[in-house]
């Protein structure tokens, strides 16, 4: 706290911990936004790309706006930040998306099935015989992934819904929040999101790693609780815990 950026020094010790057992990482714009800390957020970014330049970074920002408007968030995104990838609402329609999947190496990852308990009040209605969240699904893979870079959030909470789009979309990769602090079962999420080769998900906990200590040894318990879930994933992933990696990338 008696740092000049001390947002940035917790974000570089939490980054170093837990880098030997992430795929990504995904800082949340708002956390940054609301205290003017978007400096930070440049920083950490880039912090990322130098010391670990083998693990991308997510910007979880949640984007949703028209056409022209969108534009100018994807140029904040991936020019700005240089996030290589990011979340985006697709409730406005294809044409609020298409700015981003213009950036052809980069990643779009939009909401269709999302982690917390309102998520029923309009993904669930109906139309065509079809939940909301289905439609999404669909059209995200069969139109909008034309250039490859796309992904869909799906909540951990709901492993029906995850090995329901898992069937409807083939090895389309998803993001899964909600395990950790929000209670998603790690074992039904990889068994129901999973592709045929134990790939295809990216499984997010924030909370439940950051917040693992806030003593003085928030770093290293920051790392145990990542390494924890690391194999607990592998375990679910490959079936049986001796096949599960323990080194290198694969086991990420």
């Known amino acids: 706290r008696s740092l000049p950026q001390p947002i940035l020094e917790f974000n570089r010790r939490i980054v170093d911990a837990t880098a030997e057992y992430a795929c990504c990482f995904k800082p949340q714009f708002a956390h940054y936004a609301a205290l003017g800390a978007e400096d930070q957020l440049l920083a950490t970014i880039r912090y990322i790309h130098e010391k670990h330049p083998g693990l991308p970074v997510i910007l979880d920002s949640k984007r949703g706006d028209i056409g022209s408007t969108a534009a ?71 139109d909008w992934n034309a250039g490859g870079n796309c992904m869909l959030v799906i909540g951990a909470t709901y492993p029906q819904e995850l090995a329901e789009i898992r069937a409807v979309v083939g090895d389309l990769p998803f993001l899964v ?48 609780a990542a390494r924890t879930l690391r194999d607990e994933i592998n375990l679910y992933r490959f079936g049986n815990p001796d096949k599960a990696p323990t080194e290198g990338s694969e086991a990420r």
């Open 177 to 224: 929040p909600g395990v950790g602090a929000q209670g998603g079962d790690v074992a039904a999420a990889v068994r129901a999101g999973r592709t045929a080769d134990g790939f295809g998900m990216v499984l997010n906990s924030s909370r439940g790693i950051i917040y693992a200590s806030s003593g003085e040894d928030f770093a290293e318990a920051a790392r145990i």
């Open 72 to 142: 100018k968030y994807a140029q904040e995104s991936f020019e700005r930040y240089g996030a290589d990838s990011v979340t985006v609402n697709p409730y406005l329609g294809f044409d609020s998306v298409e700015p981003y999947l213009k950036w052809k190496d980069r990643g779009v990852i939009i909401l269709c099935r999302t982690s917390n308990p309102g998520a029923r009040d309009f993904q669930d209605l109906e139309s065509g015989g079809k939940r909301l969240y289905r439609h999404v699904a669909e059209r995200v893979a069969r």
